[in-house]
T-cell receptor, first 117, second 112 residues
Framework: GAVVSQHPSRVICKSGTSVKIECRSLDFQATTMFWYRQFPKQSLMLMATSNEGSKATYEQGVEKDKFLINHASLTLSTLTVTSAHPEDSSFYIC?????????????FGSGTRLTVV | AQSVTQLDSQVPVFEEAPVELRCNYSSSVSVYLFWYVQYPNQGLQLLLKYLSGSTLVKGINGFEAEFNKSQTSFHLRKPSVHISDTAEYFCAALGGSYIPTFGRGTSLIVHP
């Protein structure tokens, strides 16, 4: 079945530094990838949608310059949290779909726990 | 636009008892419906999905859900739960767009 690998699973960084999170589709080509943020005991909040080879579409209220998304290939999307602050600490999850029109087969990564100290 | 309501934020149940997690949706168009499970510090895993056809959908881990168009519901059920079923469960809907809408989640707590 479709597998999405997300790395790292946990990261601790100092305030002011940048952190990159990778999301890879291992056995399929992902035309579209999604990045979510999840606060404790809450649902997923969609941050942005990225299509291979084009700029990401950010949801309202999400800072484009802070959360840089790159979808350079059909199997890799990256989220870079720039100049991280403690309030950016959260659980980040990516999701990928192969084809928007068939079976809506969304596959999720295992998530990244970011802690900014 | 669609919305998804999970009526219960937390459902405690004893092991081997049956459980139902409720999900209602609203949409002006036909929807596809999903249930996902999330274990602590992990991503979401698809339990089952309804795209069309039979309204009773069977998924992994012994879960099933029934699509009820008249009541706009897609409740998740399991006849006998295990301790290992303790997790967060999310209902999601997809309609008119390829971006799913998630409910707020229901925490299933299985007690021994």
């Amino acid at each position: 079945g479709a597998v999405v690998s997300q790395h790292p699973s946990r990261v601790i960084c100092k305030s002011g530094t940048s952190v990159k999170i990778e999301c890879r589709s291992l056995d399929f080509q992902a035309t579209t990838m999604f990045w979510y943020r999840q606060f404790p005991k809450q649902s997923l909040m969609l941050m942005a949608t990225s299509n291979e080879g084009s700029k990401a579409t950010y949801e309202q209220g999400v800072e484009k310059d802070k959360f840089l998304i790159n979808h350079a290939s059909l199997t890799l999307s990256t989220l870079t949290v720039t100049s991280a602050h403690p309030e950016d600490s959260s659980f980040y999850i990516c999701s990928a779909i192969m084809d928007r029109t068939t079976n809506y087969g969304y596959t999720f990564g295992s998530g990244t726990r970011l802690t900014v100290v | 636009a669609q919305s998804v309501t999970q009526l219960d934020s937390q459902v405690p149940v004893f092991e081997e008892a049956p459980v139902e997690l409720r999900c209602n949706y609203s949409s002006s168009v036909s929807v596809y419906l999903f249930w996902y499970v999330q274990y602590p510090n992990q991503g979401l895993q698809l339990l089952l999905k309804y795209l069309s056809g039979s309204t009773l959908v069977k998924g992994i881990n012994g879960f099933e859900a029934e699509f009820n168009k008249s009541q706009t519901s897609f409740h998740l059920r399991k006849p006998s739960v295990h301790i290992s079923d303790t997790a967060e469960y999310f209902c999601a809907a997809l309609g008119g767009s390829y971006i799913p809408t998630f409910g707020r989640g229901t925490s299933l707590i299985v007690h021994p």
